[in-house]
């Protein structure tokens, strides 16, 4: 099949074959014929197929069929009274996609198409002034070719009028839905009329991408050209396995050979798209950088000295991908994995265009790999293993093959929470920390060895008491005697402090050595009551006092330690 068959005017076909195009690719081939008869379409195929082609040519042919007869817009022939008639006209033709640099190019191939009609074409974008562009919508045009942010802001401000739109078409539409316009495409698509014809087209279809479709066509000519995520069989992948801080090193080694033409370098970051540009520089290697910081005049020089074949290497990040059409670009480098597997088909979809081929060559470290496995997963994507750097590159493990789960050694029980591979019954961590010793004396004291919530044994009697003995048969506490156990929190709360400042009763408080033990730190029990009327200020305070062989606890407003005295 060639373009003369498709039923294009001659103008059309004129400057298609003034351009060397010959043979339409598949999806031009399908989509065009249904284009012209002024049905939706919806068009799924992959990066570099013809897709501007696709739709620019139809939209070319519908406005110069339905365009104003030639006396009447040209107002008796004289030049300023025919930019007078056009002065104001709304478009009738309104192209919307992701990026500045799509949106330019876009916009030429129109121009392109379009050198033998009497049409009119704008591009509108952020990053630049809105002067030149507010100027070009007042003198009217026909065909549109615009971002969503800055489409709306010249709405807002009144400068865009879209009630003459006749064709709609949103290019890289899931590239536009990853960047978050969907609700301004949304609010675009409320202010065109509804009986316009829709160009819908996309080089991945999620369900997300289906949905906004359903909303937006009537009755659409579905045309897929490839399978859902499929890169070109024209481009070699190859893949290395490199640590992320063998990466300057692993490109370094790349151009070295000296077999790497044009190239195309994608990062993650912005950040590391600045880096690497400075890595390469230092290594010789002349490059630049495009990414969403950058102004629009430095973007549009360096993808001028790319084309040019002045530079011989872009840097660029995802938000670039799906808008750089340059011929023979013979590598693309995927430096970090890209987050979406559907990126990884439109970053290699740089190279091989228009039916040449190409080489993609992927960096993956370790902490990439789930990225690699989800795009082997969700594309046809199978780059080859390379090992002809060994010094740095690693040998990545096989992928997980499923099966069970049970990891844990031997197949047991999953640990408990805060507890590890410990038993139910073992010592925990806390458990451990709270074990006290054994009494002052060690284990050589006659009392032997006793565990710390055990009662203090009777005195004179030869073994500990039972743990379970009631509180009513515990032996009062002793303020004096050689061999004494540490003191404890009590659990019972009707205990009190005897006049010298022990302890009295059986419980109650706190229990201190009475003499040579040592003291154990640490919080509290809860305190006694304060006699009636004591306070910060004066009056009767509790005694400090600790009994003898060891100096009072010191309260607040105590004084000179060794005083047992309040504030004075």
Excluded at 10 to 21: C, F, M, N, T
Excluded at 227 to 252: C, D, G, R, W
Excluded at 359 to 370: W, Y
Excluded at 392 to 412: D, E, V
Aim: glycine residues 14%; charged residues 25%.
């Amino acid at each position: 099949m060639t373009f003369q068959e498709l039923g294009l005017s001659a103008p059309i076909l004129r400057a298609v074959s003034e351009d060397g195009y010959e043979t339409p690719t598949p999806i031009q081939a399908h989509a065009i014929p249904e284009a012209l008869t002024g049905r939706d379409v919806l068009g799924c195929a992959q990066t570099g197929t013809g897709k501007t082609c696709a739709f620019a040519l139809p939209i070319l042919q519908r406005l110069e069929a339905g365009e104003p007869p030639v006396a009447d817009r040209r107002g008796g022939g004289n030049r300023r009274e025919r930019r007078q008639a056009m002065r104001g006209r709304p478009p009738r033709a309104l192209i919307l996609c992701p990026t500045r640099e799509l949106a330019d190019q876009i916009h030429d191939s129109f121009v392109d198409y379009g050198r033998h009609l009497r049409l009119r074409h704008a591009v509108i974008y952020g990053g630049v002034g809105q002067g030149r562009q507010v100027t070009a919508l007042r003198n009217g045009l026909d065909i549109l070719v615009a971002t969503p942010g800055r489409l709306l802001d010249l709405i807002n401000q009144g400068h865009v009028d879209l009630s003459a739109v006749e064709v709609l078409v949103l290019d890289e539409a899931d590239r536009m839905l990853d960047m978050g316009f969907i609700n301004d495409i949304r609010r675009v698509v409320s202010l065109v009329p509804e009986d316009r014809q829709t160009l819908f087209f996309s080089a991945t279809v999620s369900s997300e991408i289906r949905k906004l479709a359903d909303s937006m066509l009537n009755d659409p000519a579905r045309i897929e050209t490839a399978p859902e995520s499929t890169t070109a069989e024209s481009i070699t992948q190859h893949l290395y396995f490199v640590e992320k801080v063998n990466k300057p090193a692993m490109i370094a080694k790349l151009f070295e050979r000296g077999d790497m033409g044009r190239t195309l370098v994608f990062t993650r970051t912005k950040y590391g798209a600045d880096k690497l540009t400075r890595v390469l520089r230092k290594a010789k290697i002349k490059a630049e950088a495009i990414h969403g910081n950058k102004s629009q005049n430095a973007r549009t020089r360096a993808m001028d000295a790319f084309r040019a074949g002045k530079i011989p290497v872009l840097v660029a990040t995802d938000i670039a991908s799906r808008g750089i059409d340059v011929d023979e670009i013979t590598h693309v480098v995927n430096y970090d994995m890209p987050i979406e597997p559907e990126s990884y088909v439109h970053r290699i979809g740089r190279t091989a265009r228009a039916g040449a081929s190409g080489i993609a060559v992927s960096f993956c470290s370790r902490e990439e790999l789930p990225l690699l496995r989800s795009v082997e997963k969700r594309t046809d994507a199978k780059p080859e293993v390379q090992t002809d750097h060994p010094e740095l590159t690693f040998t990545a493990p096989a992928p997980s093959t499923g099966g069970s789960r049970n990891h844990r050694p031997g197949g047991g029980p999953a640990p408990r929470k805060g507890g590890g591979w410990q038993k139910k019954n073992s010592w925990s961590g806390s458990a451990k920390k709270n074990r006290r010793r054994n009494t002052a004396g060690g284990n050589d004291h006659p009392e032997g060895s006793r565990r710390f919530n055990d009662p203090k044994p009777a005195e004179g009697s030869g073994k500990p008491r039972k743990k379970n003995a009631s509180p009513g048969e515990r032996p009062a506490n002793s303020n004096s005697g050689g061999g004494s156990r540490p003191w404890k929190r009590s659990t019972s709360s009707h205990g009190g402090h005897s006049a010298g400042g022990g302890k009295t009763g059986q419980g109650g408080g706190k229990y201190r050595p009475a003499g040579g033990g040592p003291k154990k730190r640490g919080k509290t029990g809860a305190r006694s009551a304060r006699p009636e009327g004591a306070g910060n200020g004066g009056g009767p305070k509790r005694s400090h006092s600790g009994g003898p062989g060891r100096p009072g606890k010191r309260g607040k407003g105590a004084g000179p330690r060794g005083s047992t005295g309040g504030r004075g």
